[in-house]
C-alpha cells in the first residue's frame, strides 16, 4: 500500500489538514473569549467557567464544524443568575457565524452518570479551558477525573454501545460507494472511540498500540475532511462520486479516482479492524447473562481453537497452522458454528497471509474443502472473516480485482466484493431461517441440491467487473471457469455454477422488462432456466443478488415480480417435461452419435440430456445392456448425504409403485424421484433416498441386498405387499398430516397425458401410497418429477388411462384416493402412513 505522503503528495502535505484544525480552533477561541469579555464580565455575576469540548475541545475544529462549549457553574442558582448575560454572548457568536452548539451545567451534573445522555459524560473527556474562572475548571477538571476513574468502564461500555448502534445503521461495512467519512464504519467516529476508550481504560495498552498505528489514517481522514468543508462550503462529510474525482486530482495529483478509492477502503479497514478489536475487549468487561451465555460456547473448543468471549483463538500456533487445509478448516469452523475469530487470530493471519498465497498457489484448496465450508449455515461470515485476514485473496487470487473496487452506479450502495458477501450473508439468513425472512425461499432453498454450489456461484458472479469491465459476464465466466478447474470442481457442479452466472441477470431482466403474464415470457424463462433445479437456483441468486443492491432494493412489489416470474418459470418447465421429448442427437458431440445411443434417447424428455452429464449418461447405456440381458439393471450408489438407485426395465404398469414400495420395505426415505420411458418401452427409475435407520452405513452388504430385492420386485418375483408386511415399521403417532394434501389435475399442459400435482406432508412410504392409488386406478404414469425436501412433498406425475387422458369422474375419484394415502395413519397394506 502507498504511503500517506505519496498519495498526498500534490495536496499542502501530510499535515495540512491538522494546521487548518488548529489554525480556526485558534480564531474561534478568540471569538469565543472576545464575546465572553463583552458579555460575561459583568461584576455581580457568580462563578463560572467556559470550556471547549468534544471536537473543539481537542483544538480539531474542521472548517465548518460546530463549536461545542459548556458553561458550568456551582448551582442551580447561579444557573438563574447568568442567563441573561448568557444568552448575549451565544447571540454574538451566532452573529459572528458559528455554528454553536451550547451547554450550561452543574459542576455536580458534569460529574454524574448521565444514563440519557451519554454523550454529554463522553464529550466531557476533552476539557479545555477557555475563560472565566480557573480555580472552578480545575476543580471541574478534578471531579471529572475522579468520576472517570470510578466510572470509566461502565462508560466504555455505554460508549460501546453506542459505536455498535452507529456501525448497523451503516450495516456494519465500510464499504460504502459514497462513504460519510465521519459515521460510516473506519471514519472519523472510530478513531474518536479509540481514543477515548484510552481514556477511559487508561490500563489497556493494545487500545493505545492501535491508536498509535493509525496515523496514516488519520492523516488522510482529516485532510479529507478538511478538502470536503472547504470544497462544499458547509459541513459536509459525504465523499460522494463527484468528490472522489476531485480529491484524486486534487490530494492525489491526478490519480485514478477507482485507486483512490480502494486507498480509502484500506486506511478505513484498518481503523475498523482496531475498532473492532476495542470493541471486542471492552464487551469483555461485561458480567451480564448475555457474557454467560456466550461463555457457554466456551464448550466448542477443539484441540485446534480456543473458543472464549464468542471468539475463536487458535491454540497452538506452528508451520502446519498456516497450511492451506488447516486454514480453510478454521473457516469452515467458523462457518458451522457462526463465531468470529478473535482480534488475535485474525493479525496473526494477517501476517502469514502473503506466504499463504504462496501455499496455496503451489497447493489450491480442492473442491471438497471449499465445498464444506460452503455448504455450512454461516458461510457469509467465513467469507467475510476470510477477506478482513487476507485469506480470501490468498487462497483465490483473482478476488483481488474486485477487492475495494468502486463501480458507480446509482442503485448500487456497496463496492463488488462487499456487495458480493451480502449477497451470501442473504443465502445465510435463508438458510438459518432467520426472522423476517420470505417462508416461501426459505422452502425453495431446502429443495435444491448443492446449497454450496450456490454460494460459489454468488461468490464469483461479479468478479468479472474487475477481470473485464465492460463485460463482466463473460469475465465472471472465464474467471469461474478457471478457478473450478484449479479446485477440481466435479464437472456436474460446474455446469450449474456456470449456468447461474451466465444468466445471473436474466430474472431480474424479465421482471423490469417484460409481461410477465405473456406466455413467451414464460418460454422464454424456461430457455434460459433448462430445468425446474436450475430455475430455483437461479431465483435464490437473483433474490440474493437484488437484496444486497442496498438494504431497500427487495421491496414487497419486487419481491412479487420475481415470484411471479418464477411462477411463470416453473409452470412452463412442467409443461415442457412430457410434450419436449428427444427425436434428434445431433446436441451431441460428435463422437456420442452412434445408432446405440440414438435408439436409447428417443423418446426420453429433452430434460434428460440437461441434467445429465456424459458420464452418467454412458453409465445408463451400459446397464441398458445388463437389462436386456437379465430383463432388469439395479445400481445402488452412496453419493453426498444420500444414495442413488437407478432401474432400468421394460415399462410395465406398476412398475414405479413397486419400486417405491420395495425401497419402502427398507425404511429408506425418497427425497427425489424421476422416472420417464423411452420409444422403445424402456424406463428409466431414478430414486436419491436417505437411510434414517443408518441400514446401509452400518451394514455394506445390504447394499448389495437391497439392490438384489429391487431386482426382484421389478421383474415380479417377489410380492412388494408382502415385503411392507414383513417390515416392522418405527412406530408412528396416529395424528393427521400438519399439512393438509393438495391435488390439482390439469389437461391443458399436454397434449396426450393429464399432469396430476401432489403437495402435501411427507413421510416414509408416502410415494409408494400415491404410486400404487394411480395402479389400482388402472392408471399409467408415463413420467413422474418427485420433490420431497423440508418434510413438504411437490410431486408431479403426467398420467394416462388407456392411452388417453383422465376423464372427470375418474380425476375425482383419484383426487379422493391421493387425499386419503396422504392423510391416513395405517392402510390397508398395514404400512403406517
Known amino acids: 500500500m502507498p504511503s500517506i505522503k505519496t498519495m498526498l503528495s500534490h495536496s499542502p502535505g501530510p499535515d495540512a489538514g491538522e494546521d487548518v484544525l488548529a489554525g480556526r480552533t485558534a480564531r474561534v477561541d478568540d471569538c469565543v473569549k472576545g464575546a465572553a469579555s463583552a458579555f460575561l464580565s459583568s461584576p455581580g455575576l457568580p462563578p463560572f467557567t467556559i470550556a471547549a469540548v468534544g471536537g473543539y475541545g481537542r483544538s480539531e475544529l474542521f472548517p465548518h464544524s460546530d463549536v461545542d462549549v459548556l458553561v458550568a457553574v456551582q448551582s442551580e442558582e447561579d444557573l438563574a443568575a447568568i442567563k441573561e448575560p448568557l444568552a448575549g454572548f451565544i447571540r454574538k457568536l451566532w452573529d459572528q457565524g458559528l455554528r454553536l452548539s451550547q451547554s450550561t ?200 481453537y480456543t473458543v472464549s468471549r464468542n471468539r475463536i483463538f487458535l491454540r497452538n500456533i506452528a508451520e502446519s497452522t498456516y497450511s492451506p487445509s488447516s486454514v480453510l478448516r478454521l473457516f469452515t469452523f467458523v462457518a458451522r458454528h457462526g463465531i468470529r475469530l478473535s482480534w488475535d487470530a485474525q493479525r496473526r493471519l494477517r501476517v502469514e497471509a502473503a506466504g499463504l498465497a504462496g501455499k496455496f498457489a503451489a497447493s489450491p484448496a480442492t473442491w471438497t474443502s471449499w465445498n464444506d465450508l460452503l455448504s455450512q449455515p454461516h458461510a457469509g461470515l467465513a467469507l467475510r472473516e476470510m477477506q478482513e485476514a487476507g485469506i480470501l485473496t490468498a487462497s483465490i487470487p483473482e478476488w483481488r480485482s474486485i477487492d475495494s473496487l468502486v463501480v458507480r452506479d446509482f442503485y448500487h450502495r ?253 425404511g429408506l426415505n425418497i427425497v427425489k424421484a424421476e422416472a420417464y420411458a423411452n420409444a422403445s418401452g424402456l424406463a428409466l427409475d431414478q430414486f436419491r433416498f436417505t437411510d434414517p435407520l443408518h441400514t446401509l452405513e452400518l451394514n455394506p452388504t445390504e447394499t448389495d441386498h437391497l439392490r438384489k430385492i429391487v431386482e426382484r420386485v421389478v421383474l415380479g418375483a417377489e410380492d412388494v405387499k408382502v415385503l411392507l408386511k414383513r417390515r416392522r415399521q418405527p412406530p408412528r403417532q396416529g395424528h393427521a398430516a400438519r399439512l393438509a394434501p393438495i391435488v390439482r389435475f390439469n389437461n391443458e399442459v399436454s397434449g396426450v397425458a393429464t399432469l396430476v400435482e401432489f403437495v402435501g406432508e411427507d413421510r416414509p412410504g408416502l410415494l409408494y401410497d400415491l404410486a400404487a392409488a394411480f395402479s389400482e386406478a388402472g392408471c399409467d404414469i408415463e413420467l413422474v418429477l418427485i420433490d420431497t425436501e423440508a418434510q413438504k412433498a411437490i410431486d408431479v406425475f403426467y398420467v394416462t388411462r388407456a392411452g388417453a387422458k383422465l376423464a372427470g369422474a375418474l380425476e375425482e375419484q383419484l383426487k379422493w384416493s391421493l387425499t386419503q394415502a396422504a392423510s391416513s395413519v395405517n392402510d390397508a397394506r398395514g404400512f403406517p402412513a
Open 105 to 304: 451545567r452543574t459542576i455536580a451534573e458534569c460529574c454524574r452518570l448521565q444514563d440519557q445522555n451519554v454523550e454529554l459524560n463522553i464529550s466531557l473527556l476533552d476539557l479545555r479551558f477557555l475563560y472565566g474562572d480557573l480555580n472552578l475548571f480545575n476543580d471541574l477538571q478534578e471531579r471529572a477525573a475522579q468520576f472517570y476513574k470510578r466510572s470509566g468502564e461502565k462508560l466504555a461500555q455505554a460508549l460501546a454501545e453506542l459505536t455498535r448502534a452507529r456501525h448497523a445503521k451503516y450495516n456494519e461495512t465500510i464499504y460504502h460507494l459514497e462513504p460519510n467519512i465521519k459515521e460510516t464504519p473506519g471514519g472519523l467516529r472510530d478513531l474518536q472511540f479509540l481514543r477515548w476508550l484510552t481514556q477511559l481504560i487508561p490500563a489497556h495498552e493494545a487500545i493505545r498500540e492501535s491508536l498509535a498505528g493509525l496515523g496514516a489514517a488519520r492523516s488522510l481522514l482529516f485532510a479529507l475532511r478538511v478538502f470536503l468543508h472547504e470544497k462544499s462550503g458547509r459541513d459536509n462529510n459525504l465523499l460522494s462520486f463527484e468528490m472522489q474525482d476531485d480529491a484524486a486530482r486534487d490530494l492525489a495529483g491526478g490519480l485514478d479516482p477507482g485507486e483512490w478509492m480502494r486507498f480509502y477502503f484500506y486506511c478505513a479497514r484498518d481503523v475498523w479492524q482496531a475498532a473492532a478489536r476495542a470493541l471486542e475487549y471492552t464487551e469483555s468487561l461485561d458480567s451480564s447473562l448475555l457474557r454467560h451465555f456466550r461463555d457457554r460456547r466456551s464448550r466448542l473448543s477443539t484441540t485446534e
Open 414 to 666: 456497496y463496492t463488488v466484493d462487499e456487495h458480493t458477501l451480502i449477497a451470501v450473508e442473504v443465502i445465510d439468513r435463508l438458510a438459518t431461517r432467520e426472522n423476517g425472512t420470505s417462508k416461501r425461499l426459505q422452502e425453495l432453498l431446502r429443495e435444491v441440491e448443492d446449497i454450496a454450489i450456490l454460494r460459489f456461484a454468488l461468490l464469483l458472479h461479479d468478479i468479472g467487473k474487475g477481470t473485464k469491465p465492460g463485460d463482466h459476464v463473460t469475465g465472471s465466466l472465464e474467471t469461474a471457469l478457471a478457478i473450478a478447474a484449479r479446485i477440481g470442481m466435479p464437472r456436474s457442479h460446474e455446469e450449474i455454477a456456470l449456468l447461474l452466472i451466465e444468466h445471473h441477470l436474466d430474472l431480474s431482466s424479465v421482471m423490469n422488462g417484460r409481461d410477465l403474464a405473456d406466455p413467451a415470457t414464460a418460454r422464454y424463462l424456461a430457455s434460459r432456466a433448462r430445468t425446474l433445479e436450475y430455475l430455483r437456483y437461479l431465483t435464490l441468486l437473483t433474490y440474493a443478488d437484488i437484496s444486497a443492491v442496498n438494504p431497500t432494493a427487495m421491496t414487497p412489489w419486487r419481491f412479487e415480480q420475481l415470484w411471479r416470474a418464477y411462477g411463470a418459470g416453473q409452470q412452463q418447465l412442467t409443461r415442457e417435461l412430457e410434450s419436449d421429448r428427444i427425436h434428434d442427437v445431433q446436441a451431441l458431440p460428435p463422437e456420442d452419435r452412434t445408432p446405440e445411443v440414438a435408439k436409447f434417447l428417443e423418446g426420453f424428455p429433452t430434460r434428460y440430456l440437461r441434467t445429465h452429464t456424459r458420464e452418467e449418461i454412458a453409465r445408463h447405456q451400459s446397464l441398458v445392456r445388463r437389462a436386456e440381458e437379465y430383463g432388469a439393471a439395479v445400481e445402488v450408489t452412496q453419493q453426498k448425504g444420500s444414495f442413488l438407485a437407478t432401474v432400468l426395465a421394460n415399462d410395465r404398469p406398476g412398475l414405479f409403485a413397486s419400486i417405491c414400495g420395495a425401497l419402502a420395505s427398507f
